[in-house]
């Protein structure tokens, strides 16, 4: 690569340091030895390393058509992720990005409402329960249980119940998917070449039982949806529509502004979407939205629990837009302070830690030349992490999140749901979820530590990150 950076190892490349010491504490570490570009091996596949905000912009946003795809990988090359938004690539991604992106809109998630505020109310029951007792309660737990319900009604068009029941098959089985045994994963990740070699003999991400399984609770839940007339307002809505679709011309979402990224080449001529890719995207959903969306919720709820002054200030706000209604769409429109501490919480504990793109024509970035097939890693902890942008970088403090404070950054300084064409299309709903989930809480209990509770949390070495022990607090309930 003729960049500086940490010496690889033997086909595992740089990807042992990373495993062990963590993700993010290996950027944060190379990044003061090696500056703000450098190269590492992500096992035999060569990268460069960029924590530089303008020329992240470059390749997010200004050069996208240079670096429209992720990593390819051979570790995803499996039915069904291998036709997922998230894995798909050039005009294949586009076609499918533009078909689904209607599905997110303002005016379609407001019709999901019903679906969130049903969870909600079975959010707030449990938390009376566990506040009446006294017992102390893992946020995380907590989270998983109702972003698990929220998914099965949003995605799948089911009324499931997780937090009453955590034997509930639905969330069994999706467990079961998202989390293949440590060893099956580890496996992949260092070794991605003998992926193939691995899904052939079983010892696969994509276990086969409990995949069919949701895949026959889609088709059930398609089969009804083709005989009857009822107006559903869900994502597999989206997606059954979306393959009744006679043209190829569908209005991207009107609310982002890249249309010209995200237009497919004339040679493109695929219409609507295929049975694969309905049902791989629908799956998707909770691959790409359930853990990410908890995670944000249970940050959000021990940071508040840590932080009584924040959450107070909270409280006024919940009060006033809300006084004693049921939570709705008033967390997006009259919560700014909300808005504010759910920020400040994806920057301290960003899910997606590292993001990558892969260069698919030779590029310059600023003076670096970028060779065709090189892949790009974006440290994102590090950047959010960065005392330039933010001082006091580990302390909690939503204020630096008032439209005056963003006004002095670099855009690229903060960026928990990607940025650019290629960002997470799932950013509005999930925001709208972890809203909903913490006001209607903190609207009636207020959250605390306990004996048990480890403040500030500790983050896990995973590649996605998440706590590394459970996060327990206790609920009060509001005078
Ligand atoms: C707090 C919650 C969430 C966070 C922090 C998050 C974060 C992210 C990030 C960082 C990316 C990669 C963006 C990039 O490469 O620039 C991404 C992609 C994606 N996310 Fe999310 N996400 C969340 C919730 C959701 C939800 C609820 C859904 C769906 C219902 C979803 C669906 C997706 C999909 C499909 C992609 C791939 C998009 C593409 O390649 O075109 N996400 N997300």
Not at 27 to 39: A, Q, S
Not at 445 to 473: D, N, Y
């Amino acid at each position: 690569m003729g960049l500086k950076g940490p010496e690889p190892r033997f086909i595992i490349g740089n990807m042992g340091q990373m495993t062990k010491k963590g993700f993010h504490a290996c950027f944060k570490e190379w990044e003061k030895e090696y500056g703000k570009v450098y190269g590492v091996y992500r096992a035999k596949q060569p990268s460069i390393v960029i924590h530089d905000p303008d020329m992240l912009r470059e390749i997010m946003v200004k050069q996208f058509a240079a670096f429209p795809n992720r990593q390819s990988s051979k570790i995803a090359d499996v039915k069904p992720w291998r036709s997922t938004l998230q894995f798909l690539m050039d005009d294949h991604w586009r076609h499918v990005r533009n078909t689904l992106s209607p599905g997110f809109s303002t005016g379609k998630l407001k019709h999901m409402l019903p679906v969130i505020q049903r969870c909600c109310r079975n959010l707030v029951k449990h938390v009376q329960q566990k506040a009446e007792k006294g017992e102390d309660v893992d946020t995380k737990v907590l989270s998983n249980a109702f972003s698990m319900d929220v998914t099965a009604g949003t995605g799948f068009g089911m009324e499931v119940c997780c937090l009453q029941n955590p034997e509930e098959p639905f969330g069994v089985v999706a467990n079961q998917i998202l989390y293949p045994p440590q060893w099956v994963f580890t496996l992949h990740f260092l070794f991605p070449f003998l992926s193939p070699v691995l899904h052939t003999l079983g010892i696969s991400i994509a276990p086969k039982k409990p995949i069919q399984y949701m895949f026959d609770i889609i088709s059930a839940a398609i089969k009804e949806r083709r005989q009857d007339n009822k107006d559903y307002k869900d994502h597999l809505q989206t997606l059954v529509d979306a393959q009744r679709q006679k043209t190829d011309d569908t209005p991207v979402d009107p609310e982002i502004d890249h249309r010209d990224d995200l237009k497919t080449s004339s040679t493109w001529n695929r219409k609507g979407l295929t049975e694969d890719e309905i049902y791989a995207n629908s799956l998707n959903f909770l691959l790409a939205g359930y853990e990410n969306t908890a995670s944000g919720i249970a940050f959000l709820l021990y940071n508040l629990a840590g932080s009584p002054h924040c959450l107070r200030k909270l409280q006024d706000e919940v009060d006033a837009a809300l006084g004693k209604d049921e939570v709705d769409y008033r967390v997006v429109s009259d919560m700014p302070y909300l808005e504010m501490c759910l920020n400040e919480t994806l920057r301290l504990y960003p899910p997606g830690l590292m993001l990558d793109r892969t260069c698919i024509a030779d590029t310059e970035i600023k003076t670096l030349h970028v060779p065709k097939g090189m892949l790009i890693t974006i440290p994102v902890y590090s950047v959010h992490t960065d005392p330039t942008n933010w001082p006091d970088p580990l302390k909690f403090d939503p204020e630096r999140h008032t439209s005056e404070a963003r006004a002095t950054r670099h855009p690229f300084s903060f960026m928990p749901f990607g940025i650019g064409p290629r960002n997470c299309i799932g950013m509005r709903m999930s925001q709208l979820e972890v809203k909903m989930a913490v006001a209607c809480i903190v609207q009636k209990f207020s959250p605390f530590l306990c004996e048990q509770s480890v403040f500030p949390a500790k983050v896990s070495t995973h590649v996605r990150l998440g706590p590394e022990e459970k996060m327990w607090i206790k609920f009060k309930p509001r005078a």
